[in-house]
C-alpha cells in the first residue's frame, strides 16, 4: 500500500513539474539535488517531508497536493487563482542554499520569478540572449 501512496506521490511531483515547463535539472538544481538524484526520487524514490516542502514551493502548489492530490488553493500564475501562497512570503531554507542567494536583490528575484514562469522552449532563448551578452561584454582581451 506505502508504494502506491509514494508512486502517486511520485507522479504528481513529474506531471506539476511538466505543468509548469520546467527540466528535471532545473527543479534539482533548486531544491539543492544532482539531476540524477532527482530523477531517480521522482521516478521510485522515496521523498522526504523537507523535499515535499521545498518541492511545493518550487512547483507552485502546495503540499497537501503533493502528498493526497488535494487541489485546493494550488498556485496558478496564469489563471491568476487565488491562494494562500503569496510571493511576498519568504521561501524556506533548502537543503543546500547557494551563498549567492544571500545577496541577491530584489530586481534579481522579480526577474528569477518572471523566468520561472516562461515555457521552457522560451526561457532557453532568454538564457541564450543572456549568454551571447555575457560573452560579448565580458570577453577576454
Known amino acids: 500500500m506505502a508504494k502506491i501512496v509514494e508512486k502517486e506521490i511520485n507522479r504528481r511531483v513529474r506531471e ?15 531544491i539543492g539535488m544532482k539531476q540524477n538524484a532527482y530523477s531517480q526520487m521522482e521516478k521510485e524514490g522515496n521523498i522526504s517531508a523537507q523535499r515535499i516542502m521545498n518541492l511545493a514551493v ?3 502548489t502546495t503540499t497537501q497536493y503533493l502528498l493526497y492530490g488535494n487541489k485546493e488553493n494550488i498556485f496558478d500564475i496564469q489563471a491568476g487563482a487565488k491562494t494562500n ?24 528575484k522579480n526577474a528569477i520569478k518572471m523566468l520561472r514562469n516562461i515555457k521552457q522552449e522560451d526561457r532557453e532563448e532568454v538564457y541564450r540572449i543572456i549568454k551571447e551578452f555575457h560573452d560579448k561584454k565580458f570577453k577576454k582581451a
Open 16 to 30: 506539476r513539474r511538466e505543468e509548469l515547463g520546467y527540466t528535471q535539472k532545473e527543479v534539482a538544481e533548486l
Open 58 to 60: 518550487v512547483l507552485k
Open 85 to 108: 501562497l503569496t510571493f511576498n512570503e519568504p521561501a524556506p531554507k533548502f537543503d543546500a542554499v547557494d551563498p549567492l542567494i544571500e545577496t541577491i536583490t530584489n530586481r534579481e
